[in-house]
């Protein structure tokens, strides 16, 4: 079988050799030799492999079918149709592990389980006794097969002992069993149902016909076999050849080894050589530290026998000294002169008060003096009006006669001039009016202005940015990244470019629009209203990334109007949002629509924007209620329409995108939507612009004649104040003839003498003040004179206060040379010791120099060269040394190489000779067994035939079986009785019964050259008229005497009623199936 070809070629030929008959003296039947049933020596019945009993439940259309116990010789099961007969066959091929497609009755498992039921039970049992059963210890004598199919079209086996202990559930464990008991489950000769009994019966080729024979005598899984060992055998060749190949190559490798090993002698010359320099250096590393040791001690005598930075440093402690002593006088003097100058500065202080007291005191006297002559000048002014007005009044007292006259006429005046005040009031009134309904148009009028170039400017704003859009979609015709903007392009280049010279970690990626993609364009609105910004994103992995990509973004945006900066650890692996996403089995999310070229990007936007939890929902009245009635979806935060609409659980916000503006598909149509509304926001604009132009001019106009109005009533209030002076000045001069003479004449006198007591007040200020200037004359004097000394000193002081700074600094000059003497003096002690350490160590470096040297060579070796030089001639050896260990390799490795290429190369060349050898065999083998394989195949084709001719006879039939086995057809001929002499003999002629007995016929002929526990033959004589089917049933019974240990199971919708009474024969009544059980009643199984 084709499923169990994975073995060994030798174990394939070995099982088929034990399933077909072997080609021994028994090449034509012989009746004669047949035994009885009464004659077995050994056991009546076979041993293993026989079914003792099969039980199904829930398969095909039965509920249940009780335990079919079978007999071990022949078994026939009679029942009408659908009482189960086929059922108990096809339950047999696939409990025993058969597939659906062997069965000839479905396609699938799943097909064989009963209708409204979820699994079909099915158990066969094998017999296992007798020396040859299988695992006997472990099974016993029965083994018990158990497969349950379930609806889904899965089954499980399960292999117990006759116990009913698990064994095994494993398949590979069933196919040993079949293997081992000679079962084939796909071989007609043990198998024949009803399908292929029709495809035979019709089969009008003559090569079906003898492929069924070769499939029957398993020569065909034989032919195949030697197909696959003769290509195993090519292959092999092959390898051998590939094998004789690499062996050249070894035994050139070889070659090369043995004569690196050969030329062992030279090299072990060079390293005698190397060994005497290694000596020599060492003695001429003895000495090179001999002569730096004799060094070191000359050098420390030297440095200690210098005295040279003691006697610098007792020069600058004496110049330290003097300058000291000069910088203390120096501080002495300006000591004594800061003394003065501070007394003096007390002084000065007190006269400062003083002068600020005087001269206080002298303002406030100039300011008496000052009042007092302001009181005076008033006084004498007020005099001179009342003699004025009391002129005035004497001259009006002396009137004529037409002073009544006179006063009339001015009361006339009066009264006129107070009703044009009046009429100048009211008008004042009505242009008040007139100028607020003015203001109030005005307002309007401006407000109306401002409302349209509002919108002006809004259409206007509308109109760049499409305008700008639909530059970025006719750049995007040639670069789709420019509809993330115009700079884009150059911006990634420039990140290319920094990350090519090192000045990235990790590369950023953006824009995040340009890394996803949709799985649904119809998403394109809705996915773009949820990521909205996010969509010009760039994702950085760390902060010094970011100030990076900050300065590669200045060159290209302003500083508020940059793309946005998401800095998070990039991963390769995609978050695990389990628990976490929103689930839904209708809607899917954002996360679930989206493609990334990167887990970065999808990490990225799982943080900042939580895609995993948004769903996208198409239409707006579903989302409203998945969202808004009733609870939300798990883990579900919002949702978005496809038009763009945002739905919480408790608001709804729509959207104000009309289309896709990343993700859009049709370019041109976009332009040219996009020019349509550029025309329109034009033709916009234009209408606007002359209504804003109108709207102005009418206010410019209400404006100027509000202008005017407000002067015309400027120059009436200034009329009204001219009539109200006027009448003041009339009632005023009218009370003024009315004033008492006399009374002026008396007021002016008490005038004069307060006029007289004012100048004497003056007078004494004026003393007053004089007295305070002299005070301050004086102090001011005495505070210039204090001031001076003062100055004096300090420029007394300024030479003296440079030279103690020079001094200081000198001071501080030498001090420093001081410590650089006394730092010098200690580092020369230091170095001194330093020395004595150094050469104290160098003694002891040369005792282990002399120590090592002596190791290496005893004796001193007198070097005459330089270490410079034998090093180097060292270093020649070693490189020559190497370059040959490179080439030939190190003596030890050399040897070990050149045993393992000998060993190695006798190997292959064993390995490839024993394959050759092989190889020849295997041809000799093949070809013997190819000459085995035709004799058989012509064995079984004679047997078969001779039988065939056998069965028909008993028939009075007489027909032929010829066999090509070069073109590989089979051609039956069968004349019925009383047609020998017609010249068409082709099986197409027969009657339905005549074909069956001619099947039945090959059948027996196949069963008499091949073996297998058991036989099957489902409903074989179906189309047989009673004569054939006796003598078919009589042919049947005395194969299955001939051949007692095999097991022969007939299946037959006919009675059985003339079948003998032997304990040999078992028949199994079928109950009839429910539809007859309504019409006839119930029968005994």
């Not at 699938?108 to 017999?127: H, M």
């Not at 009218?734 to 009374?743: C, P």
């Not at 060349?909 to 070809?927: C, E, H, K, P, Y």
């Amino acid at each position: 079988m084709s499923k169990r070809k994975g073995k060994v070629i030798s174990d394939v030929t070995a099982v088929k050799s034990r399933r077909v008959t072997a080609l021994g003296a028994e090449d034509v039947p012989n009746d004669t030799n047949h035994q009885g049933p009464g004659s077995f020596t050994h056991s009546a019945t076979g041993d293993i492999g026989l079914i003792e009993s099969i039980t199904l439940k829930n398969f095909m259309c039965h509920h249940f079918l009780s335990p079919f116990q079978f007999g071990p010789n022949v078994n026939f099961i009679v029942g009408n149709n659908g009482s189960g007969k086929s059922a108990i066959l096809t339950a047999l091929i696939v409990g025993l592990g058969g597939k659906a497609t062997v069965t000839n009755r479905g396609v699938s498992l799943k097909d064989f389980v009963k209708t409204g039921e979820s699994a079909a039970d099915i158990t066969v049992k094998l017999r296992n006794r007798g020396p040859d059963a299988y695992k006997r210890d472990v099974y016993g004598e029965c083994i018990s097969i158990e497969h349950r199919i379930s609806s889904d079209g899965c089954r499980t086996c399960k292999l117990k002992s006759k116990s009913g202990q698990l064994i095994s559930n494993k398949k590979e464990e069933l196919t040993a069993i079949l293997d081992h008991f000679n079962i084939q489950l796909d071989n007609p000769v043990s198998i024949l149902n009803q399908e292929m009994s029709k495809q035979f019966l019709h089969s009008k080729s003559e090569s079906d016909k003898y492929k069924f024979f070769m499939k029957a005598t398993l020569l065909e899984q034989m032919k195949r076999d030697y197909i696959h060992i003769k290509h195993t055998k090519t292959v092999t060749r092959q390898q051998v050849e590939r094998q004789e190949e690499c062996l050249k190559d070894l035994k050139h490798e070889f070659l090369q080894r043995k004569e690196r090993y050969e030329n062992l002698s030279s090299f072990s010359e060079m390293k005698v050589v190397l060994e005497n320099l290694k000596k020599a250096m060492a003695w001429s590393l003895v000495r090179d530290k001999e002569h730096l040791v004799q060094q070191l001690k000359e050098d420390t005598e030297k440095e200690e026998n210098n005295y040279k930075h003691q006697d610098n440093l007792q020069l600058c402690q004496t110049k330290v000294i003097q300058v000291e002593k000069k910088l203390q006088c120096i501080k002495n003097r300006i000591e004594s002169l800061t003394e003065e100058q501070e007394s003096l500065s007390e002084d000065n202080l007190k006269l400062k008060e003083q002068v600020k007291i005087i001269s206080k005191a002298h303002k406030e006297q100039e300011l008496v003096y000052f009042r007092a002559v302001n009181k005076l000048k008033q006084s004498e002014q007020e005099q001179n009006l009342l003699l004025e007005k009391m002129n005035k009044a004497k001259t009006s007292v002396n009137l004529n006669s037409d002073g009544e006259t006179e006063y009339t006429k001015q009361q006339n005046t009066l009264s006129s001039m107070r009703e044009q005040l009046a009429e100048l009031e009211n008008k004042c009134l009505q242009l008040n009016q007139e100028i607020k309904s003015k203001h109030q148009a005005l307002f309007k009028g401006k407000e109306e202005r401002d409302k349209l170039r509002l919108e002006e400017r809004n259409i206007q704003v509308s109109y760049e940015s499409k305008l700008k859009r639909k530059n970025q979609l006719l750049a995007s015709r040639s670069n789709k990244l420019k509809r993330f903007g115009d700079y884009v392009p150059d911006l990634l280049h420039s990140i290319a470019e920094a990350y090519a010279t090192g000045r990235f970690v990790k590369k950023p990626v953006g824009p995040i629009g340009v890394c996803i993609s949709l799985k649904d364009p119809t998403f394109a609105v809705a996915v773009e209203c949820c990521l909205r910004s996010f969509m010009k994103a760039f994702c950085c992995d760390n902060y010094k990334d970011e100030a990076v990509l900050q300065e590669l973004m200045s060159r290209y945006y302003p500083k508020g109007n940059r793309p946005q900066i998401i800095v998070s650890p990039f991963s390769e692996k995609l978050y695990n949002i389990h628990g976490r996403k929103a689930c839904h089995p209708e809607y899917p999310s954002v996360l679930d629509v989206i493609t990334a070229t990167s887990p970065v990007i999808v990490n990225c936007l799982i943080d900042m924007r939580g895609i995993e939890s948004i769903l996208i929902i198409k239409e707006k009245d579903k989302a409203r209620r998945v969202m808004q009635q009733g609870r939300p979806p798990k883990n579900c935060r919002e949702a978005f329409t496809v038009e763009g609409d945002q739905v919480y659980p408790n608001r709804y916000y729509t959207s104000d995108f009309s289309m896709s503006k990343y993700f859009g598909g049709d370019l041109e149509t976009e332009i040219s939507m996009l020019e349509s509304d550029l025309e329109n926001h034009q033709a916009q604009l234009s209408r606007f612009q002359l209504h804003v132009t109108l709207v102005t001019e009418d206010i410019m106009s209400m404006e100027s004649k509000l202008n005017s109005t407000i002067m015309t009533l400027k120059q009436t209030l200034a009329s009204v104040n001219q009539v109200k002076a006027a009448i003041t000045e009339l009632e005023t001069a009218g009370e003024d003839q009315i004033d008492d003479i006399s009374s002026m004449e008396e007021v002016a006198q008490e005038n004069q003498q307060k006029i007289e007591t004012e100048k004497q007040t003056v007078h004494e200020a004026k003393e007053e003040l004089d007295k305070h200037q002299k005070m301050a004359e004086d102090m001011d004097s005495k505070y210039s004179s204090v001031r001076e000394r003062i100055d004096q000193l300090s420029e007394e002081m300024e030479p003296l206060k440079d030279e103690q700074m020079r001094l200081e600094a000198e001071c501080a000059r030498h001090e420093r040379n001081l410590k650089i003497l006394e730092n010098k003096l200690k580092s020369h002690e230091d170095n001194i010791q330093a020395m004595k350490s150094d050469l104290a160590q160098r003694e002891e470096e040369l005792q282990e120099y002399v120590a090592k040297a002596s190791k290496i060579s005893p004796e001193r070796q007198q070097v005459t060269g330089s270490t410079k030089s034998i090093d180097a001639e060292i270093t020649r050896l070693k490189k020559k040394i190497k370059v040959y260990e490179s080439s030939h390799g190190e003596q030890e490795q050399v040897v070990r190489e050149y045993a393992e290429a000998l060993a190695l190369y006798r190997e292959k060349t064993n390995q490839v000779r024993d394959l050759r050898r092989f190889i020849d065999r295997l041809d000799n083998i093949m070809s013997d067994r190819q000459n085995r394989y035709k004799i058989m195949r012509r064995s079984l084709s004679v047997r078969c035939k001779l039988y065939f001719n056998n069965f028909l006879i008993k028939m009075n039939c007489c027909g032929s079986m010829i066999f090509d086995h070069n073109n590989e057809t089979l051609s039956i001929t069968v004349k019925p009785p009383g047609r020998e002499d017609d010249d068409v003999s082709d099986m197409k002629s027969l009657s339905g019964g005549e074909r069956s007995f001619s099947t039945v016929c090959f059948m027996l002929s196949l069963w008499e050259i091949t073996e297998s526990p058991f036989r099957c033959l489902d409903e074989f004589d179906v189309y047989m008229d009673m004569h054939n089917r006796r003598i078919s049933l009589d042919l049947l019974l005395e194969l299955s005497e001939r051949q007692h240990l095999r097991q022969f199971i007939f299946i037959t919708p006919l009675t059985t009623s003339s079948l003998p009474k032997t304990r040999l024969i078992k028949i199994h009544q079928l109950q009839d199936p429910e539809r007859h059980l309504s019409e006839t009643g119930d029968e005994d199984v």
